[in-house]
């Protein structure tokens, strides 16, 4: 079975920069792609960013030049660099794995959050 343990949540200050990381453990084949998504109370979940096995990354415009999302992939470990926070930013960051396991099935699976909470 395999698992996504998130971990950097917390509260930072408009302006700052936080890490969040995920790390994965399980019997995985291959990856296909990783996943940031954020919540808010009310609202959908939205994704934030992508990263493909071939490395093609994906942002979503509001955190473009401020976000860096990377891979480990020695350790099956996903981060989100996020700098320049703003209130806004605020939510619940949900990590998404997309992969086939060892009969090559399609899975996915997602971390249980982790809290972010930009104010002064």
């Known amino acids: 079975q395999v698992q996504l343990v998130e971990s950097g949540g917390g509260l930072v200050q408009p302006g700052g920069s936080l890490r969040l990381s995920c790390a994965a453990s399980?019997?995985?084949?291959?990856?296909?792609?990783m996943d940031w998504y954020r919540q808010t109370p009310g609202k959908q979940r939205e994704l934030v960013a992508s990263i493909t096995s071939s490395g093609t990354i994906n942002y979503v415009d509001s955190v473009k030049g401020r976000f860096t999302i990377s891979r480990d992939n020695a350790k099956n470990t996903l981060y989100l660099q996020m700098n320049s926070l703003k209130p806004e930013d605020t939510a619940v960051y949900y990590c998404?794995?997309?992969?086939?396991?060892?009969?090559?099935?399609?899975?996915?699976?997602w971390g249980q959050g982790t809290l972010l909470t930009v104010s002064s």
């Open positions: 399980g019997s995985i084949f291959s990856i296909n792609a």
């Open positions: 998404h794995l997309r992969y086939r396991d060892s009969y090559y099935r399609s899975r996915e699976v």
